[in-house]
Antibody, heavy 122, light 107 residues
Framework: EVQLVESGGGLVQPGGSLRLSCAAS????????MDWVRQAPGKGLEWVAR??????????EYVAAVKGRFTISRDDSSNSLYLQMNSLISDDTAVYYC?????????????WGQGTLVTVSS | DIQLTQSPSFLSASVGDRVTITCRAS??????LAWYQQKPGKAPNLLIY???TLQSGVPSRFSGSGSGTEFTLTVSSLQPEDFATYYC?????????FGQGTRLEIK
C-alpha cells in the first residue's frame, strides 16, 4: 500500500527556517516525480515544488513565490522527501502536503499525505 | 503562468441532482487537466486525469470532458458523500496551477 507521512511542521517566527519531511512507503520514491502542495487556512491548493525522478536527473521546479527560499530534495536511503524552507513569511502559513506524481496516470498526483501545518507568526 | 478559473465557486444541490463544474484555462492546455475532490480536513483525491480518464476506484457517476481552454466535471446523480470541494489542475506548463475550487454543498 502506498503511504506518505509528512512531519516537521510547527510554529516558526518570520525570517525563520523549517524542514519538512515526507516518509514514503509502498513504492520507491526515486522512481517517481514528487511534489509539495500547500493550502493556506480556508484557501485553495497551491503547488509549491517538484523534484523529478532519478531517471530525469532529480531536476527541480518551484513556484515563483518560494524560489530561492525553499529547496526540495530526496534521500533515497530513507525513501523520503524533504522541503527546506528558509526566510519564512506569514504568507507561507499553510498545510503542506507531499504527493506522488504517477507516470502511469499521465503525471498527475495520485497519492497524497495527510499534511503538516506550518504557522509563521511572531 | 496559466490561470484556471472555476465556475461556479459555490454550488448548492440536492442528492440525486446532476451537476456540472466548469474550469477555464487562460491559454490552451490540450487535455492536460485533472480534477480532485477534497473533503474537510483531508488531502485531495484524484478523480479524473487527462481531462476525461476516470481514476481507478472512482464511481462512474463522475465524468470529465473538454480540451483546449474549457473543461467540465459532471456528477450524474449526487450522492451524500459527493458534497466536498473540487479543484481542477493543469500540468501543461510550470508552474503547475490549480483552480480556486468549487464548494459543493447540500441544499
Amino acid at each position: 500500500e502506498v503511504q506518505l507521512v509528512e512531519s516537521g511542521g510547527g510554529l516558526v517566527q518570520p525570517g525563520g527556517s523549517l524542514r519538512l519531511s515526507c516518509a514514503a512507503s509502498g513504492f520507491i520514491c526515486s522512481d517517481h516525480h514528487m511534489d509539495w502542495v500547500r493550502q493556506a487556512p480556508g484557501k485553495g491548493l497551491e503547488w509549491v515544488a517538484r523534484i523529478r525522478r532519478r531517471a530525469n536527473s532529480d531536476s527541480t521546479e518551484y513556484v515563483a513565490a518560494v524560489k530561492g527560499r525553499f529547496t526540495i530534495s530526496r534521500d533515497d536511503s530513507s525513501n523520503s522527501l524533504y522541503l527546506q524552507m528558509n526566510s519564512l513569511i506569514s504568507d507561507d502559513t499553510a498545510v503542506y502536503y507531499c504527493a506522488r506524481v504517477s507516470p502511469a496516470l499521465d503525471y498527475y498526483l495520485d497519492n497524497w499525505g495527510q499534511g503538516t501545518l506550518v504557522t509563521v507568526s511572531s | 503562468d496559466i490561470q484556471l478559473t472555476q465556475s461556479p465557486s459555490f454550488l448548492s444541490a440536492s442528492v440525486g441532482d446532476r451537476v456540472t463544474i466548469t474550469c477555464r484555462a487562460s491559454q490552451g492546455i490540450s487535455s492536460s487537466l485533472a480534477w480532485y475532490q477534497q473533503k474537510p480536513g483531508k488531502a485531495p483525491n484524484l478523480l479524473i486525469y487527462a481531462a476525461s480518464t476516470l481514476q481507478s476506484g472512482v464511481p462512474s457517476r463522475f465524468s470529465g470532458s473538454g480540451s483546449g481552454t474549457e473543461f467540465t466535471l459532471t456528477v450524474s446523480s449526487l450522492q451524500p458523500e459527493d458534497f466536498a470541494t473540487y479543484y481542477c489542475q493543469q500540468r501543461k506548463s510550470y508552474p503547475i496551477t490549480f483552480g480556486q475550487g468549487t464548494r459543493l454543498e447540500i441544499k
